[in-house]
């Protein structure tokens, strides 16, 4: 199998980084700031040549009157909106919003939108960033608190398609919004990046634990601190607990196992004893215990206070160093 190459993830990097406008580098900038990245994305992409071999995966399609009159309404626009558009070749939804098992104002959008080589061009770029703009206020309703965007793919990254952004085994499972059912693949090795990505985690995380603040997702300049030392941080804890309850997903991935997350806890304490899983069975009781308004603005409710107990992030960073310590041994 092929290897994922440096280059494709800078690639890729630097469209999410565009067309999710993450440091607001294009937004109310002149046309040309747009323009100079466009164009090299278009030029970079357009000279990619890649073998036309591939395995075909069947997705189940968008049924509207699933997600009418519920919490995910909001898929149902952002599916006017795509159909109406020909930025995407493809636009798939995985995770909670396609099993239909969400959360009310935990769970998050879980995206991968294909754009198409034409959306780069100079005549389309514009009105292509403004559909991406527009797609991620919609997708924000569904959850106040949303730590990523969606996630841009060129379309010919489906011909080198890497574990890092979906485990290929698990696409089945995701939802086609927009584009054929039937999806065109061809996988290709990530599990040097997928190493890298779940090490610098684990950095971060002992980082926060030696350092007392996890310097991670500021919001309004404010970073998460030890011991609810400023209780309006519920944006910033919330991502702290998205991670631990990720991490058991990416460790089981390093040992290929392309597992889903509801099936990931009880797969790893066949590895742990109970008593070092603590931390994450707390994040988990939290996630279950969830209510709607919790968001409201921004204060750490006493309920998650209770369920979740002090020094977090000492307990986060221990929780990541074993993880990271069991796949050295």
Known sequence: MCELKKLQTTRNNLLNWVFQDKDSVIQNKPRFVLDMFADHLEEAYGSWSLSSSNEKIKLDRFNRQEYESTDLSAVVEIHDELTSSNAFSHFLIHGS????????GWSDFDSIAVLKQESLRRENRGKTYDLCMHIDKMMRRIDPYQHHGIHFVHEKELLSFPDLYLPVDLLADAKCLLGSADIKIKKVDSSAQEMSRFLGIVKTLKSAATAG??????????????????????????????????LPTLWLNLKSNYCRKSESYELLRSYFLTEELEFLEACSHV??????????????????????????????????DLLETSLES
């Open 213 to 246: 603040v996890l310097r991670h997702h500021a919001k309004d300049g404010k970073f998460l601190l030890e011991d609810y030392a400023d209780p309006n941080t519920m944006y910033q804890l919330k991502y702290l607990l998205c991670v631990v309850m990720l």
């Open 97 to 104: 919003c396609a099993d239909l098992k969400i959360i009310s």
């Open 287 to 320: 996630r279950s215990f969830w209510k709607a308004d919790f968001h409201k603005e921004n204060i750490i409710p006493s309920e998650v206070k209770n369920i979740l107990g002090e020094n977090y992030l000492a307990r986060a960073g221990k929780f990541a």
